[in-house]
């Protein structure tokens, strides 16, 4: 049975979640694609540059992980905090 604490902690362990995913989303994005691009071009992927690859493939695979540990931390947060579906 989900008390209220409960509800508050799992709420608070949601958004500490989110924020350090968001934090990996604007990294990649903007950092790996935009920010550090030159650095990265240095190293080759396939003849291309990881700066480049990481702003048209990288990312893609980033972002994608992102939302299956979103649903696996998830999964395990709600059952800590008592408030998962049967």
């Not at 604007?26 to 950092?31: Q, Y």
């Not at 071009?41 to 291309?48: A, H």
């Amino acid at each position: 049975m989900a008390t209220p604490e409960n509800r508050r902690a799992h709420w608070r362990a949601n958004l500490r979640l989110i924020v350090g995913l968001l934090c990996v989303w604007a990294f990649v994005s903007f950092g790996c694609s935009i920010f550090f691009v030159d650095q990265l071009d240095r190293i080759k992927i396939g003849g291309f540059g990881l700066g480049f690859w990481m702003a048209q493939q990288g990312s893609i695979y980033v972002f994608v992980a992102l939302i299956a540990i979103y649903a696996w931390r998830m999964r395990r947060i709600d059952r800590q905090y008592h408030v998962h579906e049967d």
